[in-house]
């Protein structure tokens, strides 16, 4: 009978403090990290949050990505809460 990692004491979450990431930002220079959906969203998070690596980051990506990011970060800024408005 297989026993659970939480019976033998070995859990395999980790604990973050408050502020950190599960990946450094400094990953986010790697294309296999950025490139994937959970790097975009930690970049986008991150610039979002004023993080001053993400920012020197998005600065070096080319042109038309850093535009397509900019846009991305200027939708989350401009959402409001609630439902949308239905305009019948």
Do not use: C, W
């Not at 990953?27 to 990290?33: A, F, G, I, P, T």
């Not at 001053?52 to 200027?74: D, F, G, H, K, N």
């Amino acid at each position: 009978m297989a026993v659970s990692p939480f019976q033998s004491g070995q859990s395999r979450g980790k604990f973050t403090i408050r502020g950190e990431t599960a990946q450094p930002l400094a990953d986010l220079r790697k294309l296999e990290v950025r490139g994937t959906k959970y790097g975009h969203a930690l970049l986008v998070a991150a610039i979002l949050s004023g993080k001053q690596e993400a920012i020197t980051i998005l600065e070096q990506l080319p042109r038309s990505t850093r535009y397509r990011v900019q846009a991305e970060v200027r939708m989350y800024t401009n959402l409001r809460r609630g439902r949308k408005l239905k305009i019948v």
